[in-house]
């Protein structure tokens, strides 16, 4: 199964956010699992690394997102995925869109983010890091 994962399930993790560490850090984990095939965008990652200078330095927070590279796989953003957003007249905030279309161009099943309503014009299945948990786990 291919999931991906938002920028706030990334930063939780790498700034051990409770109580949402509990979950994201083992959807996270998911990336060892052959049963998953865990993505993220450059665009989430670059998200996850503003925050976590901000907590923890650029040092650590740049060996991190290193590491996440190393995990993860990459969704690819281009012209194609602008265009899609711009055309999607129920998406209004531009980050979402591109997020989501990156997902679809790379085949995920599914959204991985505490924010659930920001994804409201998904037609994927958009959950939160605990349900995702739930369903596919537990």
Known sequence: MKIFLDAN???????????????????????DHKRFRVYTSPLCLAIAFYFAEKK??????????????QKLYMTRMDSKTVTQVLENKMIHDLE???????????????????????????????????????????
């Open 56 to 69: 923890t330095g650029n040092a650590s927070a740049r060996h991190r997102i290193s590491l996440l590279a």
């Open 9 to 31: 399930i990334l930063i939780s993790v790498l700034n051990k956010e409770y109580p949402v560490f509990t979950y994201s850090s083992r959807v996270l984990s998911l990336a």
């Open 96 to 138: 979402d869109g591109m997020q989501y279309y990156s997902a679809i161009d790379s085949g995920c099943q599914c959204i991985v983010t505490e924010n659930k309503s920001d994804f409201y014009f998904s037609k994927i299945e958009v959950l939160s890091s605990h349900d995702f948990l739930q369903h596919y786990l537990f």
